[in-house]
């Protein structure tokens, strides 16, 4: 069934490998809810599994073992008690693996972290059936996958007892880029120009649940008035429910999340702790990895900086989309979005969600320049001296000699540079160049939605990229 998932080369690759590998495999798959996870392993292995599960979302440790026990007996022909503890549970479930003659014995634990229940001893349990039973097999393929990103990266991927280096290999599920998504409108035949693939990503990021939801034959802003804006709409409670499954105390990174939302360019940590009026030390050290990890966010410096003055900043499209126009709907416009085009509001989002855009395909960026092999740093720069302060949103520090400032604007057609925007480049690249005090050659590239219009002031930019770059 690998011919009904979309994009994903990468991750099926390493997934036939686990398969066709000569020992046993304890593979962990994570990343944030609605990214493919479960899809992904069910097209895979669907008809292989030996045994899967699922654990129960907010159940307690009884119930979590019948339903274990009910899943093993209905799988296993069985009639197994209701196991008492996770040992026991897990002893009957290799019980059951020894009679089985299949070569490769698929194992597939689905929202795992839902299981490990407060006092319930599971990690404990768990880490027994593979170190004393499943790791000294050769027939063994483990997968275990939730949402839950931090329990993942805690217990399994940063486990430092029982589990400790015992993952023989990991997949972080990454939202699909521009081209994946423009792959996954083909496959569903659904007709939408790059610009509208575009839009869908600014709002929604690529996260293939949220990319099942378009309808064919309307456009982008029915289709968003359709899934957020509805009294009935099916994604309308979703950022809740997406905090609420990756981690637990949500409402702490919710907070940390909406100060963010704030402050495009990002906060200090003692910024965050003000706006977000939560205390520091190992709790906010937490979360911001958890966030970052599940990239919502991303730390940085600007070029020259030192680490102490790092910065965080919030890298989720669906996110921001929330913040800037969900929590905006204050009298429940069922049109909010197709009112909201053309506004002052739309047009600074716009604009912003765009600079987001390049951010998230940097790679790509690197790839149309022809720099892929090339070692480079991102990094972002803010003037301390003119007024008001010239900044660069995007800066690719090249090991071969070469600076690029990426100017990144988003218009519905071809740009065009007047002579007051040119004064503004050349003012930009002038302190840069100063107060960097940088020995490369510096070299401006703009990026644009459709391209620019060549005209006088155009000379100025050293290389030009479209929206066409960001799906290579």
């Known amino acids: ?148 990103t931090s329990w993942i990266i805690s217990n399994l991927i940063n ?19 521009l081209l994946e998504c423009e792959k996954y409108f083909k496959a569903q035949k659904i007709s939408v120009s790059r610009k509208q693939i575009a839009e869908y990503y600014m709002i929604m ?38 905090y609420a499954a990756l981690f637990r105390k949500s409402d702490e990174y919710v907070k940390v999340v909406e100060a963010l939302s704030k402050k495009s360019k990002g906060l200090t940590r003692s910024e965050i702790e003000n706006v977000a009026k939560i205390s520091g030390g190992g709790t906010l050290t937490k979360i911001l990895q958890n966030l970052e990890y599940c990239d919502f966010i991303r730390r940085y410096s600007d070029f020259n900086k030192k680490k102490r003055d790092v910065l ?24 909010f ?9 739309h047009n600074t989002w716009a604009g912003f969600a765009f600079e987001m855009l390049a951010l998230l395909h940097t790679t790509e960026i690197k790839r149309a320049l022809g720099i892929s092999g090339i070692q480079s740093a991102v990094s972002a720069w803010r003037s301390t001296k003119t007024s008001p302060a010239a900044q660069i949103d995007l800066l690719i520090n090249r090991k071969d000699g070469i600076i690029n400032l990426v100017e990144i604007k988003f218009s519905d057609r071809i740009f065009a540079i007047t002579k007051t925007y040119e004064d503004n480049l050349q003012n930009k690249i002038s302190a840069f160049k100063e107060e960097s005090k940088t020995s490369k050659s510096v070299h401006l590239l703009m990026l644009t939605t459709f391209g620019i219009k060549q005209n006088k002031y155009a000379g100025l930019i050293q290389k030009e990229l479209t929206l066409d770059h960001l799906f290579l």
């Not at 979309?6 to 990343?31: C, H, N, P, T, W």
């Not at 486990?159 to 880029?177: A, D, E, Q, V």
């Open 312 to 335: 965080y900043q919030l890298i989720d499209p669906f996110t921001l989309f929330y913040f800037k126009f969900i929590t905006k709907n204050e009298f429940n416009d069922e049109h």
């Open 159 to 177: 486990n430092y007892g029982g589990l400790h280096n015992r993952l023989t290999t990991s997949i972080f599920l990454k939202p699909f880029t």
């Open 1 to 148: 069934m690998e011919n009904n998932i979309s994009g994903r080369e990468q991750e099926k690759s390493i997934l036939r490998g686990v398969y066709s590998s000569d020992k046993s495999e304890f593979m962990a798959i994570y990343g944030r809810r609605r990214v493919g996870k479960t899809f992904l392993i069910r097209e895979m292995f669907a008809d292989k599994f030996t045994f899967e599960i699922s654990g129960l979302a907010n159940a307690k440790t009884k119930s979590q073992l019948l339903n274990f026990t009910l899943t093993l007996n209905q799988q296993s022909g069985g009639n197994h008690k209701v196991a008492e503890n996770w040992l026991e549970a897990f002893t009957q479930l290799a019980g059951y693996l020894e009679h089985k003659t299949e070569k490769r014995k698929i194992l597939f634990f689905d929202e795992i972290p839902w299981m490990d229940t407060p006092r319930s001893d599971f990690l404990t349990a768990f880490e027994h059936f593979w170190n004393a039973w499943a790791s000294a097999r050769k027939d063994i393929v483990l997968i275990v996958c939730g949402s839950a």
């Open 205 to 242: 990021g690529g996260i293939p649940f949220y990319l099942s939801k378009i309808k064919k034959g309307l456009s982008v802003p029915q289709n968003i008035d359709n899934l957020f804006f509805d009294t009935k709409s099916e994604l309308r409670n979703e950022f809740k429910n997406l």
């Open 337 to 345: 979005w197709a009112n909201s085009l053309g506004t002052p509001l």
